[in-house]
């Protein structure tokens, strides 16, 4: 998408021609470029980031901002989340051992237990025996950024 496309975009969603997207705007304005609703509290974070900060909302300079920047997170989020989905077969919300193992197998990645243990236990922050979407999801984004 393309800035002319973006202020566009932010024109319509400005339902009263305010200068800048209110929270429910903002919404719309993810819905129609993503196809995704953000929740209130992405929202806040979103608004609690800005300095210096005006008006209750994103002005059109901060919206350009906003997309160029939450494009490049969501793609990583999506990943995230389709990755794990495909490693938990029977969609239990957790990655037990067994999977852990079956990934690795899927992968032709040939580990000794030691070391699949050790790597299971690093993910395992709580010790329950499963990684969760979020701990998951934790792991991939430092990966990510090492």
């Known amino acids: 998408m393309n800035k002319n496309d973006i202020e566009k975009l932010f024109r319509e969603c400005d339902r009263k021609g305010k200068g800048y997207l209110d929270r429910e705007d903002i919404k719309v304005a993810t819905i129609r470029l993503y196809g995704l609703k953000m929740d209130k509290f992405k929202i806040e974070r979103l608004l609690s980031n800005i300095p210096n900060r005006i008006h209750p909302g994103l002005t059109l300079d901060q919206f350009i901002d906003f997309v160029y920047s939450y494009k490049h997170q969501i793609d990583h989020e999506d990943e995230n989340r389709e ?34 243990d050790s790597a299971f236990k690093q993910l395992d922050v709580d010790g329950d025996g499963r990684i969760s979407y979020r701990d998951f999801d934790f792991m991939m984004n430092y990966v990510a950024e090492e």
Do not use: H, M, S, Y
């Open 83 to 116: 990755t794990f989905l495909i490693l938990d077969r029977t969609c239990k919300g957790f990655l037990n051992k067994d999977d852990f193992i079956r990934a690795f197998e899927r992968l032709n990645i040939k580990l000794n237990p030691d070391a699949i």
